[in-house]
């Protein structure tokens, strides 16, 4: 029994005061009925038993007392009492080994064994006895790491340590239920375990054993109980709302222990109520605050939390802050509880507790620090109101200096839901500007809501409204290297720049709004490169976002617009990256790249912008890429100014002016684009502008596909222009280039028009479905177009007039619903090596004029001649072939005498032959539309001009017997046959001899097989 001493030493003198009180008033009477009944309970169970029964009991007796002895509430024992208790031989003060192992064997609800869910602890910020302050840490953690024992554990709250509650039964139950405390994840249900004892109740119990024998199972102490009278429990019979409005005057210690005393305790200390009314008083917040680990706060909603008491758990997480008030108050609800009146207080205090979680909740008002808060630690500050608008509600403002600086060791630092401002004192300013004077200092200084520098500065600033209102310096200032993240801040109605970042600085802005200020919203430069994303920088008097001077960045998502002047602003080699952004509704433009800035911006929507979309200038080189840019009020993309860059697989449609414009030698690449349906033309070259503009497909404008003017020479190559409602490709004005392996196509006008002085080279291009024309030359215009094919156009394949002298080489012009060539009005030019057929009219017509050369080309299959000329024109013809034409080879008119040499004229069908041996009118043959030559006669009597041509068969038959005279040779078709004439043509109703004026049709065999 000597050997077992200490361990039952142990086991009582963990809970001594109330016991040895209790057994100091037990009269000798119930001394002996205690211990009579002990022995007949010894004799019907096996120790272990009786030892599990006699803890439960022990375990009754402290519990009915523990919640009056917690908080406020002082124990009813007096200080006799207690000095009587302690001196009680029953009592034996533990040593610090055996309340180490008690605890970790016995305690009841904070330690955490295989079976049960995972624990954790409050550990108390109060110094023990030997003055060590005490820091939170999860459960499971010894003494031997943490000097001071935490809150709530049983070590450190007790001078006793608590026991499971042992199983017990009723008069309708015979199962024992032990009860287990609530941790601050769940309240733990109580499991079942069988337990059958052969009394019916706890009464019934305590009144078969003895206290005597129990003392001599417990190492000869004696423990002595009282009668069944005095033994009723009142606590069990208060009703819940009583117990309910006691535990709210509980601090959280004394709640985390009742719930360690019983089912009901535990019910009622667990609840919703008690410790929402506990947590509003200490936080204000109207929603728990989920604070997982350093630096992550979030409000969820109740129903949110896996635990099922919010409030309760929202606590655990948060009960190390300390607090700064505007008027502190004292909480005696929290054992932890510290509150100042200013953040510096604080951020000593916390630096003097190591041991305890850096974390300030600032509590509502305007807080005007003396001098800048300097945070070189990983402290939390975050604001703290009862309002739904924390952020509004708790204001840090400067008016002296800086309001907050962020500097070396505040790399997991975090400030949030906080405004932070800056109103500059009139005096102060005052004061610093005549100290700037005396000493002839000439920079002014710079002030700022919020100042982050040097490398390890890496602050977490979340969902803060911050202003400045003074001219000189920025609302956020990040320098040095410094790399913070800021998320959901605004930065609002600066006098002077929103977000300046410079000196290397990086750092991380997501969903910020930056707007209304005087300045720039956003300034970056001296290599700077921070990472905005998903931020709205709108409706500053200034721009939107300014890189210059090697500045960097990279935006994604941002939304910026409604700026006074660009969205985004480029200048001095500063080469950000703009990814998915919308820039928009600029009063002047969108994105402004200027002396030799560089860039890229790619997949962004740029509209509806009073200016260009992108302006480019003064040896700028940026990339443009996969944006959308419409609707502009003026242009979509405008390079100016020597202007560089690469635009590319761009949708450009919809803006006023050209999609993009190219002047004053600037020499861009745009490739890939789409530019369409736009208010006037595709692209528009001019001022010597230069580019290579490639694979674009240029379709639906007003105004022609592309404009090159004023002597630009671009080179066009492998783009598909088409559907203009005006010209393809246009140049005009000493326009030059070269067109390239172009698809040019179903325009209103002709497919290439060339003017006045412009010498382009068009070679390898596709040029139909012209309504007006394939190529039209005219007004002094030149060019060289080689290797073409021109065909399918509703007039001529190829027009040249008006003093105009280009060079056809090598192109095939065929099925022309007009002439292959049209050459007239002092057109000249050079046609060699040409393939021209299957027109609908003359191969080549040269008129009025025109004297052009032809040497060495195929005119064949024509509908009508090879080749006429007419109306005082001449030409030089060499070594041509003319065969297979419709209306002749050759064809001149009276008057006319060409220089011809070497040409090979053969298998052309006499027509029109044939149609006058037939008696035929000839306009049966040609119609109106087709002008054959031939006599062409006027008749006197009928009084008709050189206007109205007669045919030779219609002379002879309608005009019989008048007064007739043979004009000339030449182009035209019989006005007799047409009925413009008062005289009825008598050859219209003749019906026609196909055999004779057309050829015969190839016969069709039928399909029907020979076999059934």
Known sequence: MSEEAPADNVLLGSRPTLVSTRAAHLSPKLQRRGSSSARKFASRNSTPANQRVTRRLTRSSVSTSCVASEGSMSSSVGPEEMS?????????????QQVLDDSSQQSPSYSQDSN?????????????????????????RSDIDNPSLGLYSAQGSYPYSLRKRRP?????????????????????????????????????ARKDFSIDDEIKVENAHTIEVMDDEDQEDYINTLPDELLLKVFSFLPDKSLLACSSVCYRFNQISNSHEVWKELYLSLYDYRIPLFHPSHAKFEFREQNRWRDCNPWKESHRQLHHGVHVMKEPRQNFRAINYRCFDQIEQAQTFLEENEYREKLIFLHS?????????????????????????????????????TALTFTDGSANAYFGFITVRFRADPQCRQQQQQAQIAQQVPQMNHFYSILVTEKDAMPYIERCDITSKVGN????????????????????????????????????????????????????????????????IHSGKDVGVFTFEHGQGYFEKCNIHSNRISGIEVKNSANPVVVRCEVHHGYTGGIYVHERGRGQFMENRIYANAYAGIWITSHSDPTIRKNEIFTGQQGGVYIFGEGRGLIEQNNIYGNALAGIQIRSQSDPIVRAN?????????????????????????????LAGIWVTTGSSPILRKNRIHSGKQVGVYFYDQGHGLLEDNDIFNHLYSGVQIRTGSNPKITRNKIWGGQNGGVLVYNGGKGCLEDNEIFDNAMAGVWIKTD?????????????????????????????????????????????????ILRRNRVFDGKSAGIEITNGATATLEENQLFRNKYGGLCVATGVNPVQKNNHIYDNHDTIGRALKSGQCLYKVSSN???????????????????????????????????????????????????????HCHLQNVPRDNDTVYDSATPISTETGTEI
Not at 120 to 138: D, I, L, V
Not at 169 to 196: N, V, Y
Not at 674 to 686: A, C, E, R
Request: charged residues 25%; contains cysteine; hydrophobic residues 30%.
């Open 84 to 96: 009587s208790s302690s001196s009680s031989p029953y009592f034996h003060p533990p040593t610090p």
């Open 804 to 852: 105009s002298e280009p060079t056809l080489r090598r192109n095939k012009i065929y099925d022309g619903r007009d002439g292959g060539v049209c050459i007239f009005n002092r057109g000249k030019g050079l046609l060699e090596d040409n393939e021209i057929f299957r027109n609908a009219q003359a191969g080549v017509l040269i008129s009025t004029e025109s004297n052009p």
């Open 929 to 983: 539309n087709s002008f054959p030559m031939h006599n062409f006669f006027r008749c006197t009597t009928c009084n008709t001009t050189e206007r109205n041509a007669i045919c030779y068969n219609c002379i002879k038959h309608c005009h019989r017997g008048h007064s007739v005279e043979l004009v000339r040779f030449d182009r035209f078709f019989c006005d007799c046959g047409a009925g413009t004439l008062e005289r």
């Open 116 to 140: 049960s869910p995972e624990q954790h602890t409050f550990e108390s910020m109060e110094s023990s006895e030997g003055g060590t302050p005490s820091r939170y840490s999860p459960s499971g």
């Open 168 to 204: 017990c039964c009723t008069k309708d139950e015979d199962l024992c239920f032990p009860i287990a405390a609530a941790t601050a994840d769940e309240t733990p249900q109580p499991t079942m375990k069988k337990f059958k004892l052969e009394c019916l109740s706890p009464g019934e």
């Open 674 to 702: 789409k530019i369409h349906d736009g208010l006037h033309g595709g692209i528009y070259v001019h001022e010597k502008g230069k580019g290579l503009i490639e694979e674009n497909e240029v379709y639906g404008n007003t």
């Open 365 to 401: 008002g305007v807080h005007e620090p003396i001098d800048t808060i300097l945070i070189n630690t990983d402290v939390q500050i975050i604001g703290a109101s009862d309002s739904r608008d924390i952020t509004s509600s708790v204001v840090l403002e400067g008016s002296r200096n």
């Open 473 to 536: 310096g920025a609302a956020v200032c990040v320098k040095k290297g410094a790399a913070p993240k800021f998320k959901y801040c605004t930065v609002l109605d600066c006098e002077n720049v929103g977000i300046y970042i410079t000196d290397n600085a990086t750092g991380h802005y997501e969903h910020c709004e930056i707007a209304r200020n005087t300045l720039a919203g956003v300034w970056v430069k001296n290599h700077a490169n921070p990472y905005f994303r998903k931020c709205t």
